[in-house]
């Protein structure tokens, strides 16, 4: 069994900051790259930012100069720091892990259950 637990949503007002957490833990062999995504009601999930496993990054447009992607692999754990937040970044983020589990020869994509954050003008 692996899982995906994300912690540090909640409501902050505009240009404030939050500092989101994933920790993966289980039956765990290796983790490749791990992300973060971002869902408003009513539209499609979308990448926010993503992280290889020797720390190389990338971040969607809207976000990249705001938002910093970075992870610790002693913990299985990503994180994503967002300052000068906006009302438009209000929305679900989920984090997101290829994970390879003991006992596999193949990586499979995990999910976390999603934590809000909401961004009061």
């Known amino acids: 069994q692996v899982q995906l637990v994300e912690s540090g949503g909640g409501l902050v007002q505009a240009g404030g900051s939050l500092r989101l957490s994933c920790a993966a833990s289980?039956?765990?062999?290796?983790?490749?790259?791990m992300g973060w995504h971002r869902q408003v009601p009513g539209k499609q999930r979308e990448v926010v930012a993503g992280?290889?496993?020797?720390?190389?990054?990338n971040a969607a447009d809207s976000v990249k100069d705001r938002f910093t992607i970075s992870r610790d692999n002693a913990k299985n754990t990503v994180y994503l720091q967002m300052n000068s937040l906006k009302p438009e970044d209000t929305a679900v983020y989920y984090c997101?892990?290829?994970?390879?589990?003991?006992?596999?020869?193949?990586?499979?994509?995990?999910w976390g259950q999603g934590t809000q954050v909401t961004v009061s003008s």
């Open positions: 997101a892990a290829a994970i390879r589990k003991t006992g596999s020869n193949s990586y499979s994509t995990y």
């Open positions: 992280i290889t496993s020797d720390g190389r990054t």
């Open positions: 289980g039956s765990i062999f290796g983790i490749n790259g």
